[in-house]
T-cell receptor, first 114, second 111 residues
Framework: DTEVTQTPKHLVMGMTNKKSLKCEQH?????MYWYKQKAKKPPELMFV???????INESVPSRFSPECPNSSLLNLHLHALQPEDSALYLC?????????????FGDGTRLSIL | QKEVEQNSGPLSVPEGAIASLNCTYS??????FFWYRQYSGKSPELIMS????GDKEDGRFTAQLNKASQYVSLLIRDSQPSDSATYLC???????????FGTGTRLKVLA
């Protein structure tokens, strides 16, 4: 079991649906991340929040909308996704947003777009 | 383009042998280096972090860093079938805290 909890574990949605992915950590970490991982590929960074402020957006399409309501929670709102968005979505957290801060990953949400 | 390279494998070793996984990186200013293990369909799990030249040991795992040659390696002693997984090398590049991941090496430990 990881200390970063992601819900739901699996999500199937149509291209017109709106859904949200949730990530929670109670380690007191101040940096949180969203990654997308396709099969047999490494994780690709999407967003970074540092001290609840968005600090990095890796040119992610606007159909993905992150939100950080507080230091323990990170959401990813999904709208009008495409079939190629089907992937494993990983949340990670680190104590701070510095170079020597290991990131700890949640179990991920496996997303399928019909 | 800052790159992290790993041999995709599979690397096959017999049970009880030493598995040696290698990673090279292009950014000479890289500061931090991490090894993750990822089982099929699961999330990456942090195994080791290393920040300075030399060896760092943790149980059956040893990370080795050589900044002059720009490589980092992971040795797994007494390999077990349960070590069979993909091993991802991650490097934070100079001036940022973003990870650059290698493509991963698939390790198969044969019973």
């Amino acid at each position: 079991d990881t200390e970063v909890t992601q819900t739901p574990k699996h999500l199937v949605m149509g291209m017109t649906n709106k859904k949200s992915l949730k990530c929670e950590q109670h380690m007191g970490h101040r940096a949180m991340y969203w990654y997308k991982q396709k099969a047999k590929k490494p994780p690709e960074l999407m967003f970074v929040y540092s001290y609840e402020k968005l600090s990095i957006n890796e040119s992610v399409p606007s159909r993905f909308s992150p939100e950080c309501p507080n230091s323990s929670l990170l959401n990813l709102h999904l709208h009008a996704l495409q079939p190629e968005d089907s992937a494993l979505y990983l949340c990670a957290s680190s104590q701070g947003a510095g170079p020597n801060q290991p990131q700890h990953f949640g179990d991920g949400t496996r997303l399928s777009i019909l | 383009q800052k790159e992290v390279e790993q041999n995709s494998g599979p690397l096959s070793v017999p049970e009880g042998a030493i598995a040696s996984l290698n990673c090279t990186y292009s950014d000479r200013g890289s500061q931090s280096f991490f090894w993750y293990r990822q089982y099929s369909g699961k999330s990456p799990e942090l195994i080791m972090s290393i920040y300075s030249n030399g060896d760092k040991e943790d149980g059956r795992f040893t990370a080795q860093l050589n900044k002059a040659s720009q490589y980092v390696s992971l040795l797994i002693r007494d390999s077990q079938p349960s070590d069979s997984a993909t091993y991802l090398c991650a490097v934070t590049t100079s001036g940022t805290y973003k990870y650059i991941f290698g493509t991963g090496t698939r390790l198969k430990v044969l019973a």
